[in-house]
């Protein structure tokens, strides 16, 4: 078998590390999300024009990096979403961190008008959220996952 046959029979794993959102103010967006409890990575200036800050929140494989000179993107423009295993759980820790987030929804994340208020009474899997916006108003969607679906780690 040829390498180009082995290579169409096989997809390659790839893995999301890093995802890179807009800010207005590096040292502003460290603070809150330092404050969310997320573990600083790196922060590094490459010079005036570049600096680089990263951080991971707690159990994940991928974390999101931001700072000046790195992005083109407008501030506030991303839209994150963050997966847990109680949803509850996750809401009192953002709120008694001082965060603003919405309160807890169950059924379809999108629009909001066809949102139930609370969380899941069943607690069924990839049903339950909430929200957070960063200060540039970069959101977070919040999401509990009991079970995961055949195929996703």
């Known amino acids: 078998m040829s390498s180009s046959e082995a290579r169409s029979n096989h997809a390659v794993d790839m893995h999301l590390e890093v995802d890179v959102i807009p800010v207005s103010d590096v040292d502003q967006a460290?603070?809150?999300?330092?404050?969310l409890g997320w573990r600083l990575d790196d922060d590094t200036a490459a010079g005036?024009?570049?600096?680089?800050?990263?951080?991971?929140?707690?159990?994940?494989?991928?974390?999101v990096s931001f700072g000046k000179g790195i992005i083109a993107a407008a501030p506030?423009?991303?839209?994150?979403t963050l997966t847990v295993t109680d949803i509850?759980?996750?809401h009192d820790e953002?709120?008694?961190?001082?965060?603003?987030?919405?309160?807890?929804?169950?059924?379809?994340?999108?629009?909001?008008d066809a949102r139930l208020s609370g969380p899941d009474p069943?607690?069924?899997s990839y049903g339950s959220f909430f929200s957070f916006n960063d200060p540039d108003g970069n959101a977070w969607l919040v999401q509990e996952v009991t079970t995961r679906l055949p195929g996703r780690v």
């Not at 506030?76 to 994150?80: C, I, L, N, Q, V």
């Not at 953002?94 to 629009?111: K, S």
């Open 30 to 35: 460290k603070q809150f999300y330092q404050g």
């Open 122 to 124: 069943e607690h069924t």
């Open 48 to 63: 005036n024009d570049v600096r680089i800050v990263q951080f991971t929140p707690p159990g994940s494989g991928c974390s």
């Open 76 to 80: 506030g423009s991303a839209e994150g």
């Open 88 to 90: 509850a759980a996750a």
């Open 94 to 112: 953002i709120v008694d961190r001082g965060i603003d987030a919405t309160d807890m929804w169950h059924g379809a994340p999108f629009p909001p």
